[in-house]
C-alpha cells in the first residue's frame, strides 16, 4: 500500500510568524527577506515568507541555505517545474522539499504525492508540505515514511523581537509615519494580553479593495462574543502614511459590518471619526472624546474590554 496514506497533520510552528509587506505606488507587496525582492500578495506567497521567517527565526537554517523555485525538470513535464523551498545541508546538498499552499487548501494525499514526484530529481532527505496552518512531513530513504515531528534543529526564539517596534513596522502592522505616540498605541494593542496575535488566533482576511481607498486586508485577531458571533481586530499600515485600527463583525458566518478608525486622527483637536459599513450602507460616525482620550492614555483595563467598547459602534 502506498506509505503516502499513513500521515498524521501538525500545527505548523510558522503559524506564529508573519511575512514582511512593503507599499510601492499604493500597492501592498510581499517582500522576501532573502532575496531582497517584492512579490504580489498571494496566499500560498504569504504562507512560503511565513515558513521563511520561522526557519530564520527558529531554526539553524540561515539565508544562504535557503533556495527559492528551484528548478526542477520531470520526464513527462514539458517545461521544468519549481519548487517553493529547498532546504540545504550545510554541505549545500538537498535536506528537505517543502512545497506551499494557500491558507484554505486542505492538505491530502494529492498534495503528498506531488511533492513526492518533484524530488525523483532533487533526491532531498525530507519532503514537507504546508498551508500555513499544518504541516506533513515525510523522510525518503527505502520508501517515504510520514514523520511524527519535523526533523529540523529547533532553538529557543528571543521574544524580544516581538516587542521591536520594527517588527511590526516591517510586517505591516505599524506605519513607520506615525507618531511615535500612536506607534506606542498600537504596539501596545498589539501586545496586550487579549489582543496579542498569537499562533492559533491570527487570520489575514482578505477583504474587498472596493471597501476603502486603502487596504484593508491583513492579519486579524479573531475572537468568539459567543456561539456564531465573531470579531477580528487588526493594527494595520495603510500605506498612506497612518496607523489604522480595523474592526470586522461576523454573525452566523457572513460578515455584518467592517469599521476603520485612523490612529493618527486620535490626537487632533477635531475630525475624530470613524467609517462604518454595514448592510445598510456606508457611514461616517463620530467617536466618543472619551473612547479616544482612555485609547491614548493605554489602560490596560480598557485594552482588555476594546472588544466591547467597538461593539458599541455596531449597534
Known amino acids: 500500500m502506498n506509505p503516502l496514506f499513513y500521515f498524521s497533520y501538525m500545527i505548523t510552528s510558522a503559524k506564529r510568524h508573519f511575512p514582511q509587506f512593503r507599499f510601492s505606488d499604493e500597492a501592498k507587496w510581499l517582500f522576501n527577506p532573502v532575496l531582497k525582492r517584492r512579490f504580489v500578495n498571494r496566499p500560498e506567497e504569504r504562507v512560503r515568507l511565513q515558513y521563511v521567517e520561522f526557519l530564520l527565526e527558529e531554526t539553524d537554517f540561515n539565508k544562504n541555505r535557503i533556495g527559492f523555485e528551484a528548478p526542477i525538470k520531470l520526464p513527462e513535464a514539458e517545461n521544468s517545474l519549481r519548487a517553493d523551498l529547498v532546504l540545504y545541508t550545510h554541505s549545500m546538498n538537498p535536506?528537505?522539499?517543502?512545497?506551499c499552499k494557500s491558507e484554505n487548501i486542505r492538505l491530502n494525499n494529492h498534495t503528498a504525492e506531488q511533492i513526492a514526484r518533484y524530488n525523483r530529481r532533487l533526491?532531498?532527505?525530507?519532503?514537507?508540505v504546508t498551508n500555513g496552518t499544518e504541516e506533513i512531513w515525510y523522510s525518503i530513504e527505502d520508501q517515504i515514511t510520514a514523520l511524527s515531528e519535523p526533523p529540523l534543529n529547533q532553538k529557543n526564539a528571543s521574544p524580544e523581537y516581538v516587542n521591536s517596534l520594527d517588527y511590526w513596522v516591517n510586517r505591516g502592522f505599524i506605519c513607520a509615519k506615525s507618531t511615535n505616540g500612536i506607534k506606542q498605541l498600537a504596539l501596545k494593542i498589539l501586545q496586550s494580553n487579549r489582543l496579542t496575535l498569537g499562533p492559533d488566533e491570527a487570520q489575514y482576511l482578505d477583504i474587498p479593495p472596493t471597501l476603502a481607498a486603502f487596504p484593508l486586508d491583513h492579519y486579524y485577531y479573531i475572537s468568539t462574543i459567543e456561539p456564531e458571533y465573531k470579531m477580528g481586530i487588526g493594527i494595520?499600515?495603510?500605506g498612506?502614511?497612518?496607523?489604522?485600527?480595523?474592526v470586522v463583525l461576523n454573525r452566523e458566518g457572513k460578515n455584518h459590518g467592517i469599521l476603520w478608525i485612523n490612529l493618527d486622527d486620535l490626537t487632533a483637536t477635531n475630525g475624530r471619526k470613524a467609517t462604518l459599513i454595514t448592510p445598510s450602507g456606508k457611514r461616517s460616525i463620530d467617536l466618543p472624546e472619551k473612547f479616544?482620550?482612555?485609547l491614548i492614555k493605554?489602560?490596560?483595563?480598557?485594552?482588555?474590554?476594546?472588544?466591547?467598547?467597538?461593539?458599541?459602534?455596531?449597534?
Request: proline share 0%; charged share 25%.
Open 123 to 128: 533526491n532531498a532527505k525530507y519532503l514537507m
Open 95 to 99: 535536506f528537505a522539499l517543502i512545497e
Open 292 to 294: 479616544s482620550q482612555e
Open 236 to 238: 494595520l499600515d495603510n
Open 298 to 315: 493605554k489602560d490596560d483595563c480598557f485594552l482588555k474590554n476594546i472588544r466591547n467598547q467597538l461593539l458599541l459602534f455596531f449597534d
Open 240 to 246: 498612506r502614511g497612518s496607523t489604522i485600527l480595523s
